[in-house]
């Protein structure tokens, strides 16, 4: 779903077909939804840039769409690429709630990324993850066909992923052996990263 776009993008239109542009994490705070965009912009062998929507903002009039435009012609230079825009909700709320915004400063930025994601040519190799606790609040139009057009829930970690979390931050730690990590794992139910 989020590689063959990036590895294989020939033969999407090898059947006159689009690849999928990007996709949407959403989920809890601390759930691995940025662990994850890293892991697959490293296992596609792809370059990674990471950008937190509220790092895009201004104050001044226009510079906030001009770092837009800025951060996806840097992905575009650094194709094949995974572009992740963390707390996406912070600049893509639907558009016209944003009450105070001065002079609609937030529905240009959404504007201008729903611009950049149209211009995005297949043969460029980028991909756009998107992540949010907040898939409510995003606008529609971020989510429709061809652009971050598959939502995907990220839940906290279970039992058996607490587990594995344990070992794995363990792992170059010396751990007393009556150190019980399957207890650790059960009492520690609803926890996150």
Known sequence: MVQDPLEHPDKFLKFGMTPSKGVLFYGPPGCGKTLLAKAIANECQANF???KGP??????FGES????????????QAAPCVLFFDELDSIAKARGGNIGDGGGAADRVINQILTEMDGMSTKKNVFIIGATNRPDIIDPAI???GRLDQLIYIPLPDEKSRVAILKA???KSPVAKDVDLEFLAKMTNGFSG
């Open 65 to 76: 769409e001009a770092n837009v435009r800025e951060i996806f012609d840097k992905a575009r």
């Open 49 to 51: 840039i990471s950008i």
């Open 55 to 60: 790092e895009l903002l201004t104050m001044w």
């Open 169 to 171: 931050n363990l792992r």
């Open 143 to 145: 989510l429709r066909p």
